[in-house]
């Protein structure tokens, strides 16, 4: 080889002098988190799916759900009919669940077992609504609520028609199907008005939550309110 051609080996650094940057190994421990994430939601969803089919396809399509109702009647797990209207002149939120639900409902009642414990909060009554019926009997309801040691008095626990329950979430512009819900909470001031509505699982969004309730329940409740129950006891 002559002089012209031969490489000057001098000026090039050894392979083994090479080091990687952060980034360059970081890639693939991201790149696999990124994947157990995706194979956790995919194996979330077609448990969904699963428990849609083996439940017979009682999923109703929303266009099939009858009109809304936003003035309705539950059976709370004491046995007693619970009524929309006797929360006139309370601060009250709505929550859907079903007490076999393994993952988000223990995540969102948890979240409102903390409210509830604080003293601040001790005026706001929490209505949890099954979408489970055929399984969600008055048992299994005290059962659950007493897992989350839920003060009768507050926290109520209520059942009711599947087709009935989905027509009340639709009046709180919820879709609810068989053990299908959206994890929101629904929250209402004195005088009936929905006010808010927060993801119940996140601890941000029930940070907002706290506060928007400790704002209504520092409001009046409306000048109208006695007269408006007085018209819906001649009502009925």
Not at 186 to 210: A, P, Q, W
Request: charged content about 25%; some cysteine.
């Amino acid at each position: 080889m002559s002089a012209e051609t031969e490489i000057d080996r001098s000026n090039v650094s050894p392979a083994a002098h090479f080091t990687p940057r952060p980034t360059d190994t970081a890639i693939p421990f991201v790149l696999c988190f990124l994947l157990l994430v995706a194979i956790s939601y995919g194996g979330w969803k077609l448990w969904q799916v699963h428990e849609s089919e083996s439940s017979g396809g009682n999923a109703i399509p929303a266009g099939f759900i009858g009109p809304p109702i936003k003035d309705f009647e539950l059976t709370e797990r004491s046995g007693k009919p619970f009524r929309s209207s006797d929360m006139q002149g309370r601060v009250w939120l709505a929550t859907y669940f079903f007490t076999t639900c393994p993952g988000q409902c223990l995540r969102l009642n948890a979240n409102l077992q903390v409210l509830n414990n604080l003293s601040e909060l001790k005026d706001v009554t929490w209505v949890s609504i099954t979408c489970d019926p055929d399984n969600d009997t008055l048992e299994a309801l005290r059962a659950y609520a007493e897992r989350f040691k839920a003060d009768p008095n507050r926290w109520l626990f209520c059942r009711g028609d599947l087709e009935y329950v989905q027509r009340v979430a639709k009046g709180m512009l919820l879709y609810l199907s068989l053990k299908g819900h959206q994890d929101r909470a629904i929250v209402f001031d004195k005088g009936g008005k929905m006010r808010g509505e927060f993801d119940g699982t996140s601890e941000l969004e029930c940070n907002r939550m706290h506060d928007l309730l400790l704002k209504l329940l520092a409001e009046k409740a409306p000048a109208n309110l006695a007269t408006m129950s007085r018209t819906k006891e001649k009502s009925t």
